[in-house]
Every structure is written in structure tokens, then in C-alpha cells.
């Protein structure tokens, strides 16, 4: 098992990840680390999210880990959501699609820091 004390901070868990959708990053049954989500942009983060208006359409979960991806547009106050897209890494996969009206729905769990071995 690689080193981690390095590497944990406070607020950092422990869950398994199941399904093919974040392979090869991301091996299916694989124990991963995560810490909580810093505040500002989550694009490009792999992230760990739960999802009330969706399922995973791998096995059907209300949880997922997919790369974040958002298109946002710039309003008079601030900025608002266009798009959000939870994106696989294993192309065999389709990303999911999360309208701006379901953005309410996601609850950001955690990012990805690496694999447990």
C-alpha cells in the first residue's frame, strides 16, 4: 500500500468505485481517496457527486465519479449555469447531461486525489 500520510488532510474519506466509466484513471472496484471540494471552479475536476434527478446509467446510482464540465454565461448579477455535463473518461461511455434548473440537484461530495492500493 503507497504511503498516504503526506497526503490526508482533515475532511478526506475513503469510498469505492464501482463500474468501468473512469477507467483507466479510475479502474472499476477500485478504493479512492477524496477531499472535499475546494470553492471555485470544479471544471475538469473528477469529482465525486450525488445526483437526485439522474441516474448513473451504468448501474443506476444516484452517485457518480465523472470530470466536471460546465458552460456558464455572464448576467448582471454574476454568472449563471448554461450547461453541466458529468463527463466519463471511458469513451464507451455518455456523459451526463444536467440542465441549469437541475443544478440545484447536485451535491458535490468530493474531488478525486488518487487511488488507495
Known amino acids: 500500500m503507497r504511503a498516504l500520510h503526506n497526503t490526508l488532510s482533515e475532511g478526506m474519506f ?7 466509466s473512469m477507467e483507466p484513471k479510475i479502474p472499476g472496484d477500485s478504493w479512492c481517496l477524496f477531499r472535499p ?20 446509467p451504468e448501474d443506476g446510482g444516484r452517485y457518480t465519479v465523472k ?7 455572464v448576467t448582471e448579477d454574476g454568472w449563471q449555469h448554461e ?16 440542465s441549469p434548473e437541475q443544478a440545484n440537484d447536485l451535491r458535490i461530495i468530493g474531488e478525486f486525489v488518487c487511488l488507495i492500493d
Open 14 to 20: 475513503a469510498a469505492r468505485v464501482t463500474g468501468h
Open 37 to 56: 471540494i475546494t470553492p471555485g471552479s470544479r471544471d475538469g475536476k473528477l469529482i465525486l457527486v450525488q445526483v437526485n434527478t439522474h441516474t448513473d
Open 67 to 73: 470530470r466536471y464540465h460546465s458552460n456558464k454565461r
Open 83 to 98: 450547461t453541466i455535463e458529468l463527463q466519463p473518461l471511458n469513451e464507451e461511455y455518455k456523459p451526463i447531461q444536467v
